[in-house]
């Protein structure tokens, strides 16, 4: 496994074995790649069933993840520029916990947080998600993420195993001294919420 | 070495992400590559609908199937040539281009109604269309 880092001192990707890029490339190139996309649509169509999707279709969905990824990269480069400037993101502000299960002390990035849109007042779509680790205020690294089509990540094909790869991902830190006693006992505390 | 984000940055050493320099990429070229990407989704539909596999379309094509994942990806400036190969392989328009006669006519109907046409040309588009339209100069 490796790091990468994706903005300096504040978002970092994990590249785990066997992967030719780490977890933030790999999603994004996934997520503009029609041909992945149109597939992974396809597979789960029973999905779009339910009254959320109600008069999409197939191509309507995978027309939104390539739009959103395109959004949610330009969203982030503007980040980018504004880090560039002095402006340093508010990434406590745009990662939100992932409550259910056992799986608190992990994160999740939606494309509407990067751009502030207030999901409760329009009827905003996001089906893109990165899972992430909190390592400190304001610090987290992506370890995985997916297309979710269903309002728990459960219930989408293949993310359970995205949000377990976190594991792995905080075993690396860990044994990597990322975590020292103090932190470590935050995220713990942070797991038993 | 207290700061976590020491610790991060010397455990990340030179690995950086060149996400930033594909954004601005996709930035630059985002007006092609939507229509690349509304043209691999129309393969993918008539490949499903019609139970056409994407090998089978390759080997028609005389290309990988390295070569075809990338046209799909939605990804890659496809050339006029590549695009009416594969219309021709299918069996369907993936493009359409205005006909240069249609074109030309919405232009003379556009000037004859804004009055900068002389009347003679507009009599004459008139009679040619077959339209009973009754322009400000005729």
């Known amino acids: 496994m490796e790091l990468f880092s994706i903005f300096a001192s504040e978002l970092y990707s994990i590249k785990y074995d066997g992967e030719v890029e780490n977890e933030f490339d790999r999603l994004f190139k996934l997520w503009m790649n029609v ?61 939100e916990p992932i409550h259910l299960g056992d799986t608190g002390g992990y994160y999740e990035l939606v494309e509407s947080e990067i751009h502030g849109a207030d999901r409760t007042v329009m009827p905003y779509r996001t089906v893109l998600r990165f899972y992430a680790v909190k390592v400190d205020a304001n610090t987290y690294v992506i370890g995985g993420g997916g297309i979710k089509l269903t309002k728990t990540y459960e219930g989408t094909p293949g993310l359970s195993k995205e949000v377990a790869k976190l594991g792995h991902l905080k075993q690396y830190l860990i044994a990597n001294g990322i975590f020292d006693k103090e932190n470590l006992r935050q995220f713990e505390d942070e797991q038993n919420i | 070495m207290n700061k976590i ?14 996400w930033f320099e594909r954004a601005k990429w996709l930035e630059e070229n985002q007006l092609w590559l939507k229509k ?15 139970k056409i596999s994407k090998t089978k379309l390759s080997e028609s094509l005389g290309v990988s199937p390295q070569q075809m994942s990338k046209w799909l990806s939605g990804n890659e400036n496809m050339t006029l040539s590549t ?10 328009e993936l493009i359409q281009v205005t006909d240069p006669k249609e074109l ?5 109907e556009e000037k004859c109604f804004s009055g900068s046409e002389d009347s003679s040309s507009c009599e004459m588009y008139t009679i040619v269309v077959g ?5 400000k100069s005729a």
């Open chain 2, 5 to 18: 984000s020491d610790r991060l940055n010397a455990l990340a050493g030179s690995n950086r992400s060149s």
């Open chain 2, 83 to 92: 695009i009416c190969k594969i219309e021709e392989a299918l069996g369907y």
């Open chain 1, 35 to 95: 041909e992945f996309v149109s597939e992974f649509i396809h597979r789960n169509a029973p999905l779009l069933k339910d009254k959320f999707w109600k008069g999409y279709s197939e191509n309507d969905v995978v027309m939104l993840v390539r739009n959103e990824a395109f959004h949610f990269q330009l969203g982030l480069s503007q980040l980018y520029h504004n880090t560039i400037k002095g402006n340093f993101p508010d990434f406590d502000n745009k990662f």
């Open chain 2, 131 to 135: 339209h009973n339209n009754t322009f």
């Open chain 2, 104 to 108: 030309e006519n919405a232009f003379i």
């Open chain 2, 36 to 50: 690349s990407g509304d043209i691999a989704l129309d393969i993918m539909t008539i490949l499903r609908a019609k």
